[in-house]
């Protein structure tokens, strides 16, 4: 697969396993591994290689973290969990929308997103149902991942979606989903999101980490300066 994208000063690694339609993001240390979402069903078998060239098998997985349940970060949760038998996270709040393999589509942030929703959004909420996984540890607030090998810690960043997580390493790294954006350079803010607002919030409580480079489920990585610029600029809108 190539080295990994990036190295922490504890040995752990963090690759980028599929990028395109959703990124995916697999931490390596000491022979265990922790996936990061999981992609579209036609990236299965691509993600399936991966994984496998990465060295992971049906003993090493220690989790799958989803960062939320909609269909382009959940849809191979089911049979990532069937290959390599990992443990499902996902928050407490998304667990049954994962159960049923269908989750509400989010809120437009910009006129045609806001215009595509509303003229389209029941249609296209039957475009992407997925096959059903269950959750098996259930988030509320945080979570630690000292159990699982790692030096990183779950939080719940809701805005996005309800139940939206972040995944901390090593207070280095953040792997944040949804929460930020990375496809359209000098802005981090999502297309959709349920509640603009308390994602302008949650972008705080990202600043309040002492990470500086944010790894998000769409696009490129985010550094720091960017996060604070956009975070000042909405958050002013919020509060007027």
Not at 10 to 34: D, E, M, P, W, Y
Not at 183 to 204: C, E, H, K, N
Not at 215 to 236: A, F, V
Request: hydrophobic share 40%; charged share 25%; with cysteine.
């Amino acid at each position: 697969m190539g080295a990994p994208a990036f190295r922490l000063a504890s040995g752990c690694t963090i690759a980028q396993v599929l990028s395109g339609r959703c990124n995916a993001f697999l931490l390596s240390k000491g022979g265990r591994h922790i996936l990061v979402d999981t992609g579209r069903m036609r990236s299965e078998k691509k993600l399936v290689d991966r994984l496998v060239e990465s060295g992971v098998d049906g003993r090493n997985l220690s989790a799958l973290v989803l960062t939320h349940t909609h269909f382009d970060h959940a849809e191979n949760a089911a049979a990532v969990k069937t290959i390599f038998g990992a443990k499902i996270l996902v928050h407490r709040s998304e667990a049954d929308f994962l159960n049923c393999g269908d989750s509400p589509l989010p809120q437009g942030t910009l006129f045609p997103t806001r215009w595509l929703i509303r003229l389209f959004g029941a249609s296209l909420q039957r475009l992407f149902l997925y096959r059903p996984a269950a959750g098996d540890i259930l988030v509320d607030e945080r979570l630690d991942l000292l159990d699982f090998g790692f030096s990183a810690t779950v939080l719940h960043l809701p805005g996005h979606s309800s139940g939206s997580l972040s995944l901390i390493v090593e207070d280095e790294i953040a792997l944040v989903g949804d929460t930020l954006f990375g496809v359209i350079r000098g802005s981090v803010r999502p297309p959709f999101a349920d509640d603009p607002a308390l994602l302008v919030r949650s972008w705080r409580r990202l600043l309040d980490t002492g990470c500086r480079v944010f790894l998000p489920g769409h696009g490129r990585q985010i550094g720091r300066d960017l996060l604070q610029r956009q975070y000042e600029k909405y958050q002013r809108r919020y509060e007027a």
